[in-house]
C-alpha cells in the first residue's frame, strides 16, 4: 500500500501504533537513527511552552535522503484530571513531491519505546558486558519502559528502584517482582555504589539538588540521563562529568538543553552514532565510567515512523 502522492491525509491513531510498537522494532530503528547521524543532517529541537508556561512542548525536525517531519511532543502536566496522560508525541511526514503533510501519525505510547531503545543501544555500545545491576532513578511512567528496554542487552539480575516518593517506588518494585524481576526499593547512595547501569529519567531540574553525589558512583558504571531535555532541567552532579567519559545524540543539543548543559566548557562529548558505526571509540577499560546524555533528536522519530508504517505495509 502506498500512501506517495495521496491527496487524502494519511491518520494513523494513537491505539494502531500503540499496537505495533515494540522493543525490537524501537531499537533497530534507533540503530538507524543513530548510524544515519553521523553523514546526514541532524536538525536540533525546540522547546517551548503554551499559552500556559506549566504546559511544554517541543519540536524535533528530521530529514533522511528519502523522507522529512518533524515531531510535535507536549507535556500537559494538568491532564490527569481529564482521564489522559500527560505526554503525548504526535509525528508529522511530509510527502516529498509536494512539501505538504501526507501522513499524521499519533505516537505517545511509540515514543516510550523510542525514548527507551536510545538507552537501550548506549548500554548496549558502552556498558561492561557483564553489567548485571540496574539502578533506575524515577518512578514515573517512562521508567518501565527504560528498565525493558535494558534489560533485553544485559543480563540484568538485579533492579535498584530510587525515587523521591517511597510509596511509588516500593509500588514500581512490586510490580516488577511480580512480572518475574528480582526488583527492590534502595536510597540514592547505595543504589549508585551497587549499580553498573544507571538509569535517570526524572524531571529534575537545576534549582533543586542532584539526584546523587558524583563520588557515589563507582568505577565502570555506565549512566544514561534521559530526563534533561530542555534548558534548566538537570539531574546529574556536574562533577561527574570530569571523571567520565561523555556520550551523546548531538552534542550542540546537548550542550544547550540535555545534561551537558551543566557540564564543564572542557568537556568533550562524541556522538553516540560514532561509536555505532566505528568512527569513534565507546567504553576503553572495564574501568571507565561512561555517561549517555540523551537530549533527543527528530531522527529517532522519524525512522520510527517509517518502521513502523512499513509495518502497515504503507509507504511514503
Known amino acids: 500500500m502506498t500512501a506517495a502522492g495521496s491527496t487524502n491525509l494519511l491518520h494513523i ?12 522494532l524501537a531499537l533497530e530503528a534507533a540503530r538507524a537513527a543513530f548510524a544515519a547521524t ?3 543532517p541532524v536538525f536540533p529541537s525546540l522547546a517551548v511552552h503554551g499559552s500556559d508556561p506549566r504546559n511544554r512542548f ?12 518533524v515531531k510535535i511532543g507536549t507535556y500537559w502536566p494538568g491532564n490527569p484530571e481529564h482521564g489522559l496522560p500527560r505526554h503525548h508525541s504526535t509525528l508529522l511526514l511530509f510527502d516529498q513531491t509536494i512539501g505538504r503533510i501526507a501522513a499524521v501519525l499519533e505516537v505517545g505510547t511509540a515514543n516510550a519505546y523510542r525514548t527507551a531503545a536510545a538507552d537501550a543501544l548506549a548500554v548496549d555500545l558502552l556498558a561492561r558486558p557483564d553489567a548485571a545491576t540496574l539502578a533506575v532513578f524515577g518512578t514515573g511512567h517512562q521508567a518501565a519502559y527504560e528498565i525493558r528496554a535494558v534489560s533485553r542487552v544485559r543480563p540484568i539480575g538485579e533492579i535498584l528502584i530510587v525515587g523521591r516518593n517511597c510509596d511509588h517506588a516500593t509500588e514500581m518494585a512490586s510490580k516488577l517482582t511480580a512480572q518475574g524481576h528480582n526488583a527492590g526499593t534502595a536510597g540514592a547512595e547505595e543504589a549508585c555504589a551497587r549499580a553498573d547501569v544507571i538509569v535517570t529519567a526524572t524531571t529534575a531540574r537545576a534549582d533543586g539538588p542532584p539526584l546523587f553525589d558524583a563520588d557515589w558512583v563507582r568505577p565502570g558504571t555506565h549512566l544514561s540521563c534521559m530526563g534533561a531535555d530542555a534548558p534548566g532541567k538537570r539531574e546529574l552532579p556536574p562533577e561527574l562529568f570530569s571523571g567520565a567519559r561523555v556520550f551523546c545524540d548531538l552534542p550542540e543539543q546537548a550542550s544547550r538543553m540535555g545534561e551537558s548543559q551543566h557540564a564543564p566548557a572542557a568537556t568533550i562529548l562524541t556522538p553516540l552514532g560514532e561509536v555505532l558505526t566505528g568512527r569513534a571509540a565507546g567504553r576503553a577499560d572495564d574501568s571507565d565510567i561512561t555517561l549517555f546524555d540523551s537530549s533527543g533528536i527528530g531522527l529517532q522519530d522519524l525512522y520510527l515512523g517509517l518502521a513502523l508504517l512499513k509495518k502497515m505495509d504503507i509507504s511514503l
Request: net charge negative; charged share 25%.
Open 13 to 24: 491513531t494513537e491505539e494502531q501504533t500503540a499496537a505495533l510498537v515494540d522493543e525490537e
Open 38 to 40: 553521523v553523514d546526514g
Open 58 to 69: 517541543t519540536l524535533k525536525p528530521s530529514a533522511s535522503a528519502t523522507h522529512a517531519g
